[in-house]
């Protein structure tokens, strides 16, 4: 499922569907601020479960761009993250190394897609650790 349906039946049944990949992966709502137009944006991706936080990568559907919400995460480190309709902010940190390639990996035996995305291209698709933030370290 694409992003722009993955958003069209959400909005549709008021948040109550797109919660599952095909396949039955979980989808995770990811909202960064834009770094250039300062509005918050809203985005479905697969995650991977790490520990209490989830593991999300910047595949952009195995395209050579780099997708926009990579950019606003690096500038601006926090957000907020939907898991099957409970929203609370959140952290976004670039993984690295061997803790990036075993998140990788594991997005991997999710979707097999991940792994045709990354033999398609040329650039290093980033991947991210997203963490709920406490309720004192309010992003707003």
Known sequence: MTTFAHKFLYRISRGKRGHRFPGGAQVVWITTLGRKSGQWRKTPLLGFPVNGAWGIAGSNAGQERVPGWVFNVESYGRGRI???????????????????????QGLINQWSGYDMYAKNIVREIPVFLVQECSPTESID
Not at 84 to 90: D, F, H, T
Not at 92 to 104: A, C, M, N, S
């Open 82 to 104: 939907e898991v099957n309709g409970k929203e609370s902010e959140a952290t976004f940190t670039r993984l690295e190394g061997e803790l990036r390639d075993q998140i990788y």
